[in-house]
């Protein structure tokens, strides 16, 4: 995933909302790969997409200019969150920080928990209906000069921490 803000994410929630309903179906790939300019990540058992992205922050890092970046995506993510828990209820809360800890060698975590853990500290997340698959919403940040992100995973049952 590229962490420029010169990606195209999707401007939009309704197409925010299609992105998300798209990559639910979409097939998981045999191996790693990118696509969409760097908006989305896919591998065996997973995608990420970036749903909204933020200014960078290389030229001012000041809480004036940081704040309302982070207050637009916050917002963004509720309405998100609202619509896809009217479709699949209430979602649970997947704390990523122990992903971290596991994160070298034969405990690495799976993917994309392996990604999101080094972007966001948790994420809501909706178990699919009717399919071994979930959907997560985050907002991370790879670093603070880089945009925030809102992300949107899907994953397999097996990959949620336990």
Do not use: K, Y
């Amino acid at each position: 995933m590229n962490t420029d803000s010169h990606s195209t994410p999707p401007t939009t929630t309704e197409a925010r909302l299609a992105l998300i309903d798209s990559v639910l179906a979409l097939p998981f790939p045999a191996g790693e790969e990118s696509e969409d300019s760097g908006v989305r990540s896919s591998g065996p058992g997973h995608h990420l997409v970036i749903l909204r992205a933020s200014q960078d922050f290389w030229d001012d890092r000041s809480p004036e200019f940081i704040e309302p970046a982070e207050q637009e995506i916050e917002a963004e993510f509720s309405v998100l969150a609202s619509a896809l828990s009217e479709r699949w209820g209430e979602p649970e809360t997947v704390d990523l920080w122990p992903c971290l800890e596991s994160e070298e060698g034969a405990d690495a975590p799976p993917e994309p928990m392996g990604q999101l853990c080094n972007l966001a500290g948790s994420m809501q997340v909706w178990r699919v209906p009717g399919s071994t698959r979930w959907i997560g919403l985050a907002v991370g940040q790879a670093d603070p000069e880089f945009p925030i992100w809102l992300l949107a995973a899907v994953g397999e049952a097996a990959t949620l921490p336990a």
